[in-house]
T-cell receptor
Framework: GAVVSQHPSWVICKSGTSVKIECRSL??????MFWYRQFPKQSLMLMAT?????????EQGVEKDKFLINHASLTLSTLTVTSAHPEDSSFYIC?????????????????FGPGTRLTVL | AQSVTQPDIHITVSEGASLELRCNYS??????LFWYVQSPGQGLQLLLK??????LVQGIKGFETEFKRSQSSFNLRKPSVHWSDAAEYFC???????????FGAGTQVVVTP
């Protein structure tokens, strides 16, 4: 099956530092990946859509200069939280879209990574 | 505004009993609807999805749903729950199969012996 990994699974950093989170599709190529944020006991909120070889598309209210997204290859997207502050502490989840055709039928499905817990002190 | 709503934040069910998780949607046209399960340390797993056609959908792990346009509902059901079904369940919608997912608030399911 399609597997998406995230690294690290958890990270603790000091306020003001930058943190990079990686999202990898292990057994398929993903031209599109998504980054979500999930606060405790809350739902997933889409932050941005990451497209391989082009700029990410950010959702309204998400600071693109704070949450830098790079999708440099078909299997890797990175989210960098710059100058992190305690309010950035959250669970960050990525997903990768697998698409194609098999037997004349198109398929298109998102596969989710296990998430990264970020704690900013 | 387009949205999905899960009115139940928390549900407790006895092992072996039936389970129904509610989801209502608000879209201009028939949306693409999904149910995901989130377990600690694991990514969201797709249980089932509805795009069109037969309104009764069978998913994995014994889960099923019925798309009811008249009630704008997409409730998730399982006839007999197992202790391993304890998890967070999310309903999600999209305007098309390529669209961005909008998630409901989630329902935490606790299974008691």
């Amino acid at each position: 099956g399609a597997v998406v990994s995230q690294h690290p699974s958890w990270v603790i950093c000091k306020s003001g530092t930058s943190v990079k989170i990686e999202c990898r599709s292990l057994d398929f190529q993903a031209t599109t990946m998504f980054w979500y944020r999930q606060f405790p006991k809350q739902s997933l909120m889409l932050m941005a859509t990451s497209n391989e070889g082009s700029k990410a598309t950010y959702e309204q209210g998400v600071e693109k200069d704070k949450f830098l997204i790079n999708h440099a290859s078909l299997t890797l997207s990175t989210l960098t939280v710059t100058s992190a502050h305690p309010e950035d502490s959250s669970f960050y989840i990525c997903s990768a879209r697998r698409q194609g055709r098999m037997g004349g039928v198109s398929y298109n499905e998102q596969f989710f990574g296990p998430g990264t817990r970020l704690t900013v002190l | 505004a387009q949205s999905v709503t899960q009115p139940d934040i928390h549900i407790t069910v006895s092992e072996g009993a039936s389970l129904e998780l509610r989801c209502n949607y608000s879209y201009g046209a028939t949306p693409y609807l999904f149910w995901y399960v989130q377990s600690p340390g694991q990514g969201l797993q797709l249980l089932l999805k509805y795009f069109s056609g037969d309104t009764l959908v069978q998913g994995i792990k014994g889960f099923e749903t019925e798309f009811k346009r008249s009630q704008s509902s997409f409730n998730l059901r399982k006839p007999s729950v197992h202790w391993s079904d304890a998890a967070e369940y999310f309903c999600a919608g999209a305007t098309d199969s390529w669209g961005k997912l909008q998630f409901g608030a989630g329902t935490q399911v606790v299974v008691t012996p």
